[in-house]
């Protein structure tokens, strides 16, 4: 300190400092606004900016009248050094803060956009948050004066130590990334493991994936687990898909009306019906001549995969009700069962004493009953 305090001196400090926190307040309001009119257009990349910016913006306001009051006062070069330093680091966490809120939102933007990849991966940016905390705190450091270099060497060493001990839930990082990277399952997608789990995917993050199946209920599965294993995805190459319907009519019927008829009511059921492909082409294949029946199959065409079990409700009512205003009959299965009675074949004469035959019921009769 190079000289006293005086009165004059608190109260430069403290005037400075006062209009630092109203220009944080002032600076707060004028952001609010600015979010208000982000939310109102299409780009949502706007809105991280300004949601990360009415974080920085204030407190950047209210560190630089923090640093206007100390350089009012007559302070020693070390500790006004020591001052200045630490404001700086505050700013630099405060600008790593939001500017790892930035960037998060910008990928989880971004990767909401593309196609194929929806919002909810939510790897992706926890990796890029820790990413960005970490540059932000190693230069926080070495602004104060802490030689990080030791730092990086410790934690060279012991993030050794640390990743043998987490072998499975690195695997699983590593493997959701994997997945995500690959484009082979995407949140959002209908999938199908060989074990019986299947559902669509609701998120894919640093250790497990989340698949929501049809009776809304959630299935946790590590990322390991689901790069190893056979899947079967019902979202790739594309969400639009076709099902099969087994049908079989009587070998009275005129199959050439039936396929007709049956290709009616297909096309009216995908022009009608929610979740059908109106431009989807109907098909009939007759396969089997079964027992009591002509079987065919009926190819139908789906959006996407849920969407099969009303396309075939309605289908099924609508060709059942057809069938019988057009005289075709569904037969159920039959069977003829034909009765022959052989005639007894006489068997040689046992000793008088012991027990005959009785060819009629199958068993020895014995004759003194």
């Not at 109203?22 to 257009?41: E, I, P, S, Y």
């Not at 200045?84 to 990767?111: C, E, F, K, N, P």
């Not at 205003?325 to 040689?348: H, K």
Request: net charge neutral.
């Amino acid at each position: 300190m190079t000289r006293d305090l005086v009165l004059h001196d608190w109260v430069v400090a403290g005037i400075a400092l006062a209009s630092g926190c109203v220009a944080g307040l002032v600076l707060r309001a004028l952001m609010r606004w600015l979010g208000k009119h982000a939310g109102r257009t299409k780009w949502s990349g706007d809105d991280v900016i300004v949601d990360a910016l009415r974080t920085v913006v204030p407190w950047a306001a209210v560190v630089a009248g923090a640093a206007v009051a100390a350089s009012a006062l007559p302070l020693t070069a070390r500790i006004g050094g020591l001052v200045d330093r630490s404001l700086t680091a505050v700013i630099i966490v405060i600008a790593t803060l939001s500017a790892a809120r930035v960037i998060a939102g910008l990928v989880q933007s971004v990767a909401a956009s593309r196609t194929g990849v929806a919002a909810s991966a939510t790897i992706f940016v926890n990796i890029t948050r820790v990413v960005v905390l970490s540059m932000g705190v190693l230069v926080a450091l070495e602004t104060l004066g802490v030689s990080i270099a030791p730092l990086v060497t410790a934690l060279g060493v012991g993030g050794l130590a640390v990743a043998l001990a987490l072998q499975d839930t690195l695997a699983n990082l590593f493997a959701g990334v994997h997945i995500l990277a690959s484009k082979t399952v995407q949140p959002g997608d209908y999938i199908r493991l060989t074990s019986g789990e299947e559902g669509y995917v609701v998120d894919i993050n640093w250790r497990n994936s989340v698949v929501r199946n049809l009776s809304n209920n959630l299935v946790i599965i590590p990322n390991g687990r689901l790069a190893r294993t056979n899947m079967t995805n019902y979202s790739q190459p594309e969400q639009k898909l076709s099902i099969l319907v087994q049908v079989g009519v009587g070998y009275d019927s005129d199959l050439e009306h039936v396929e007709k008829v049956t290709l009616d009511v297909v096309d009216s059921v995908m022009a009608d019906i929610s979740g059908g492909v109106p431009d989807h082409e109907g098909a009939v294949r007759f396969h089997t001549f079964a027992d009591s029946r002509i079987n065919f199959t009926v190819i139908l065409g789906v959006g996407e995969f849920s969407d099969q079990y009303r396309i075939k409700h309605e289908f099924i009512k609508r060709l059942h009700q057809r069938y019988r205003v057009e005289g075709i009959s569904i037969p159920a299965p039959t069977r003829t069962v034909a009765l022959q009675q052989d005639g007894v074949r006489a068997l040689p004469s046992l000793p008088p004493a012991g027990p005959e035959w009785d060819a009629s019921a199958g068993v020895l009769a014995d004759p003194r009953r």
